[in-house]
């Protein structure tokens, strides 16, 4: 699954952007006694376009139309950005879903 994931984007994709953060924890203090705690999977910054962009990977057993519907409705995906601009001061410009499709294989009942 993983050799077909880097196989996919091409060098000048890869060439492109330049990473800012991955895996990126932030916290961010609401009150005296809460927090607000988020991990960033990936921010870029396009060399083109100056842009910066946040990546979310997924894993999904399907793509479809009604999941990528779904995804609009994701408050993960709005919390992210809030995170970026409220704990390390970064606007983010555009958003990218990178979903990986999870490989459809099963066993057969009599296989180990």
Not at 6 to 26: C, N, P, Q, Y
Not at 28 to 46: C, E, G, M, Q, R
Not at 78 to 83: D, G, T
Request: proline letters at 2%; hydrophobic letters at 40%; aromatic letters at 8%.
């Amino acid at each position: 699954m993983l050799r077909a994931y880097f196989k996919r984007s091409s060098d000048e994709d890869r060439g492109r952007s330049s990473v800012l953060h991955v895996a990126k924890k932030i916290l961010i203090p609401l009150t005296a006694d809460h927090n607000f705690k988020a991990v960033v999977d990936v921010i870029l910054k396009d060399k083109v376009t100056g842009e910066v962009v946040l990546m979310d990977h997924k894993t999904a057993s399907r793509l479809d139309q009604s999941y990528v519907e779904d995804l609009w409705m994701n408050l993960q995906l709005y919390s992210y950005i809030y995170a970026a601009d409220n704990g390390l001061g970064l606007t983010i410009d555009t958003c990218v879903y990178d979903v990986l499709v999870k490989p459809n294989i099963r066993r057969k009942i009599d296989e180990t």
